[in-house]
């Protein structure tokens, strides 16, 4: 059962643009939202995580908005780099249950120069 | 860097054969856990061990198992490889489990 859907699947956007790349959650009892970017050859590596008491978090050119109704998250990457060229994994867990992350398909990120 | 050291970095084997994979995590962190990242998708949760036993385990069988020891390293075994194991296998690990998992950069398994 795919509890995180994530869209779009692959994005290309300009240098300075804004990327914008969704999810949605099934599980309400989900708890810690972090997204993660990933290039080839490494291993994921946190970008930026938020909690459901609030509904927006900022850290430097990313940004998370979180819907708890909807139960969407999103995140929002500003002035858009060609390093910030990666695949981005948006992914959900349940901390008192052992924090075991629910990942989504991932987003293929391009910035063109 | 993670901290979250991982051996070895790419692997060949034959279907029905065993394999181990090594993951060295940083002093400290009590919480390991292993997952399975298939071409083109996201990590799929296997299982996740603290202080030395599981405690936490996603849709995978029996022939999936793991080890983790007292100085933060840990294993991952799977026996009777099949051809849809092939994938790359990352380990995580973090010291309390308010704290983001740390990954490494992953072992890449194929079965031929």
């Known amino acids: 059962q795919q509890q995180v859907k994530q869209s779009p699947q692959s994005l290309i956007v300009q240098k300075g643009g804004i990327s914008i790349i969704n999810c949605a959650y099934e599980?309400?009892?989900?708890?810690?939202f972090p997204w993660y970017q990933q290039f080839p050859g490494k291993g994921p590596a946190l970008l930026i995580a938020i909690r459901p008491d609030v509904s927006e978090k900022k850290e430097g050119r990313f940004t998370i908005s979180f819907n708890k109704s909807a139960k969407q998250f999103s995140l929002h990457i500003m002035d858009s780099q060609p390093g910030d060229s990666a695949t981005y994994f948006c992914a959900a867990s349940i901390e008192t249950s052992g924090s075991r992350l629910t990942f989504g398909e991932g987003t293929q990120l391009t910035v063109n120069p | 860097e993670t901290g979250v050291t991982q051996s070895p970095t790419h692997l060949i084997k034959t279907r029905g054969q065993q394999v181990t994979l090594r993951c060295s995590s940083q002093s400290g962190h009590n919480t390991v856990s292993w997952y399975q990242q298939a071409l083109g998708q996201g990590p799929q949760f296997i299982f996740q061990y603290y202080r030395e036993e599981e405690n936490g385990r996603g849709n995978f069988p029996p022939r999936f198992s793991g080890l983790q020891f007292p100085n933060y390293s840990s294993e991952l075994n799977v026996n009777a490889l099949e051809l849809d194991d092939s994938a790359l296998y990352l380990c995580?690990?973090?010291?309390?489990?308010?704290?983001?998992?740390?990954f490494g950069d992953g072992t890449r398994l194929s079965i031929l």
């Open positions: 599980n309400t009892a989900f708890d810690y």
């Open positions: 995580a690990s973090r010291r309390t489990p308010r704290e983001a998992q740390h």
